[in-house]
């Protein structure tokens, strides 16, 4: 269990505690049983990262809060020089970077997003959560399967969905892909 997701896991406990709300109430508002939510406010489970967004849209906070421990503050502009983003180590399946952590009350969440070469091992993880979700592939090829249908992106190529659908994404070739993730 990593450092980082202890942090995360006692930031998502503090601000649930800090709003009142029992695990309970919380765990049937994100759809999870009590033990569900406790292993991940605890550290015992991984957090997938559309967990985190959700949680951080209903407690009212920004997701690089919940990332970071840093509010973000008020600024005209954020710059993120080139793999300067915030590493997001949430899933094993991808690496996610925020690409402006700092800036705050944003309407969207950009991402840049490295799928490792898929070499069939463990199954696709598949996400969840309210609102889009827009990918712009930038490198290697991907599929991304939403519900059982499989799309295939190239690099160029777009993909715009409501992402309450259950979805995936999986690099082809048996090369990394990379590919910009926003979440409205």
């Known amino acids: 269990m990593s450092d980082q997701l202890i942090q995360i896991a006692r930031r998502l406990k503090k601000v649930r505690l800090d709003n009142d709300i ?5 765990a049937a508002a994100f759809e999870l ?9 605890s550290g015992e ?19 690089s809060a919940l990332l970071t421990g840093v509010e973000p503050r008020e600024q005209p502009y954020v710059l993120t020089p080139r793999g300067k983003g915030i590493m997001v180590d ?4 991808y690496d996610y970077q925020s690409l402006c952590s700092e800036f705050a009350h944003k309407k969207i969440e950009p991402l840049l997003v490295t799928i490792p070469i898929d070499e069939g091992t463990p199954p696709i993880h598949f ?12 490198s290697g090829r991907i599929d991304v ?9 190239e690099p160029g190529d777009s993909l715009m969905f409501q992402s309450e659908h259950k979805h995936a994404i999986r690099a ?4 990394p892909a990379e590919i910009l993730v926003i979440i409205v």
């Open 33 to 41: 049983s009590p033990s569900e939510l406790k292993a991940y406010e």
């Open 22 to 26: 029992t695990l309970e109430w919380a």
């Open 90 to 93: 949430r899933q094993k399946e």
């Open 127 to 138: 996400n969840s959560h309210p609102g889009q979700e827009f990918h712009y592939c930038l």
């Open 172 to 175: 082809l070739d048996q090369k």
């Open 45 to 63: 489970e991984e957090i997938p990262v559309s967990f985190l967004y959700m949680a951080a849209k209903k407690y009212g906070v920004e997701l």
């Open 145 to 153: 399967i939403i519900n059982n249908e499989k799309i295939t992106l």
